[in-house]
């Protein structure tokens, strides 16, 4: 395929995924240039094209809260100047971090688009702000004419639009799912897996969070599910990930005496698909005020491998709304545990609705392969 001459584009996330490096890989696939400007590069997968030129600035830092605003701004600041200076002639595709990073676009010249999949200031709710509160106001009023003015506007679900659309008219939003890590099912039987071996779990049947333990996830439910289903020797429930949360989630088990509750950091790149292997039920989670259009990246992990999923989540998220269409999981409220108790308990005795609900998921899982990312070059290249 002929590159498209003097085409030049820029793809800015400070914290770089395998999302980000197949934005840049498809981009590279199409223009003449392709940088990209990151704090931090995380191969999962698939490497970045050796022609991408990559600029550094810093790394974004998860904890405590202050370095962390603290990261953003530096990162914002030197997105700034480095737009201003050494990729002036460059249209920019913003992605991700730092959150208020897509505002730029009001005092920079560029031709200027974005990925939302996180919808600020909404997802300040989480914290008590109000609507009113001045940050929230002034946040919404800059999105109003940012989102105006980006040149491409792109989301990831229906119900993340009907977020965004609160900002600007529905026409301009362009919706196009994401991706999984993974393209295949390269799922590793309990018997030949090494992270089922260390941890002894050959018998058991794994229900697992693994994932960021931050002020979004309500981790506590995996935890209440633990003490539901405690006197079953059967189930256990691993909790994988770090996040400011971990110490009290931990103290909550050890009140409890859960023993079927256990915690691991996260795992390697290389043990990763064995303790996602290892998963007979995963968890997803999201805090029931922002959660309508989020969906998170291992929803679609968990539908690569064929592991059925079991959402916690509002009745209008979309979560719920993929439980109902692809019958690969099901959705539950945070006031619906005692239903998501019986839900994990019929699952577990039940290996003819487990394998079911595992087919229909690596069935559902072509629709998040990786070609969605030249989807969203292709939508970016046509009129809209």
Same mark, same amino acid.
């Given at each position: 395929? =002929?590159?498209?001459?003097?085409?030049?584009? $820029?793809?800015?996330?400070? !914290?770089?995924?395998?999302?980000?490096?197949?934005?840049?890989?498809?981009?590279?696939?199409?223009?003449?240039?392709?940088?990209?400007?990151?704090?931090?590069?995380? $191969?999962?997968? =698939?490497?970045?094209?050796?022609?991408?030129?990559?600029?550094?600035?810093?790394? &974004?830092?998860?904890?405590? !809260?202050?370095?962390?605003?603290? *990261?953003?701004?530096?990162?914002?600041?030197?997105?700034?100047?480095?737009?201003?200076?050494?990729?002036?002639?460059? #249209? /920019?595709?913003?992605?991700?971090?730092?959150?208020?990073?897509?505002?730029?676009?009001?005092?920079?010249?560029?031709?200027?688009?974005? /990925?939302?999949?996180?919808?600020?200031?909404?997802?300040?709710? %989480?914290?008590?702000?109000?609507?009113?509160?001045?940050?929230?106001?002034?946040?919404? &009023?800059?999105?109003?004419?940012?989102?105006?003015?980006?040149?491409?506007?792109?989301?990831? *679900?229906?119900?993340?639009?009907?977020?965004?659309?609160?900002? $600007?008219?529905?026409?301009?939003?362009?919706?196009?799912?994401?991706?999984?890590?993974?393209?295949?099912? #390269?799922?590793?039987?309990?018997?030949?897996?090494?992270?089922?071996?260390?941890?002894?779990?050959?018998?058991?049947? %794994?229900?697992?969070?693994?994932?960021?333990?931050?002020?979004?996830?309500? $981790?506590? /439910?995996? /935890?209440?599910?633990? #003490?539901?289903?405690?006197?079953?020797?059967?189930?256990?429930?691993?909790?994988?990930?770090?996040?400011?949360?971990?110490?009290?989630? +931990?103290?909550?088990? =050890?009140?409890? +005496?859960?023993?079927?509750?256990?915690?691991?950091?996260?795992?390697?790149?290389?043990?990763?698909?064995?303790?996602?292997?290892?998963?007979?039920?995963?968890?997803?989670?999201?805090?029931?005020?922002?959660?309508?259009?989020?969906?998170?990246?291992? *929803?679609?992990?968990?539908?690569?491998?064929? %592991?059925?999923?079991?959402?916690?989540?509002?009745?209008?998220? =979309?979560?719920?709304?993929? !439980?109902?269409?692809?019958?690969? !999981?099901?959705?539950?409220?945070?006031?619906?545990?005692?239903? @998501?108790?019986?839900?994990?308990?019929?699952?577990?005795?039940?290996?003819? +609705? &487990? +394998?079911?609900?595992?087919?229909? @998921?690596?069935?559902?899982?072509?629709?998040?392969?990786?070609?969605?990312?030249?989807?969203?070059?292709? @939508?970016?290249?046509?009129?809209?």
């Amino acid at each position: 395929m =002929e590159k498209i001459k003097d085409r030049k584009i $820029v793809v800015v996330n400070q !914290a770089t995924n395998y999302l980000t490096v197949g934005f840049c890989n498809a981009f590279a696939a199409q223009f003449d240039k392709v940088a990209l400007v990151t704090g931090s590069v995380h $191969v999962q997968g =698939e490497g970045l094209d050796a022609g991408i030129e990559v600029t550094y600035i810093n790394k &974004w830092v998860e904890r405590p !809260a202050s370095k962390k605003m603290l *990261s953003y701004l530096k990162a914002c600041f030197r997105i700034y100047w480095l737009l201003l200076t050494k990729y002036r002639g460059y #249209e /920019v595709f913003f992605v991700s971090i730092p959150p208020m990073g897509y505002l730029l676009n009001l005092i920079l010249p560029h031709r200027f688009s974005m /990925v939302i999949w996180d919808v600020y200031p909404d997802i300040f709710k %989480i914290t008590g702000m109000k609507e009113t509160h001045p940050l929230y106001r002034t946040w919404a &009023w800059l999105n109003r004419k940012s989102f105006k003015k980006a040149f491409r506007l792109f989301t990831i *679900s229906e119900k993340m639009a009907d977020l965004v659309e609160a900002y $600007v008219d529905r026409k301009k939003i362009i919706i196009q799912p994401i991706w999984s890590i993974f393209q295949q099912n #390269e799922r590793v039987s309990k018997t030949e897996n090494p992270f089922v071996a260390e941890h002894q779990l050959q018998d058991k049947f %794994i229900v697992q969070y693994s994932g960021n333990i931050g002020l979004t996830h309500k $981790v506590e /439910v995996v /935890v209440e599910l633990a #003490e539901l289903l405690k006197d079953n020797n059967q189930i256990v429930f691993q909790i994988i990930g770090r996040g400011p949360r971990v110490p009290a989630l +931990q103290k909550m088990v =050890e009140e409890k +005496q859960l023993p079927n509750c256990f915690f691991l950091p996260f795992q390697t790149d290389e043990m990763f698909p064995y303790s996602l292997s290892a998963t007979d039920l995963g968890i997803v989670i999201l805090d029931e005020l922002t959660s309508k259009g989020s969906v998170p990246s291992k *929803s679609y992990n968990l539908m690569s491998y064929g %592991i059925p999923s079991l959402y916690i989540a509002g009745e209008d998220s =979309e979560l719920n709304v993929y !439980a109902s269409q692809f019958q690969a !999981a099901a959705c539950y409220t945070e006031r619906q545990l005692q239903q @998501a108790k019986d839900f994990i308990l019929d699952l577990s005795n039940n290996p003819q +609705q &487990w +394998q079911t609900m595992s087919d229909n @998921a690596i069935k559902t899982s072509k629709l998040f392969r990786r070609d969605n990312a030249d989807k969203f070059v292709a @939508a970016y290249l046509n009129s809209h």
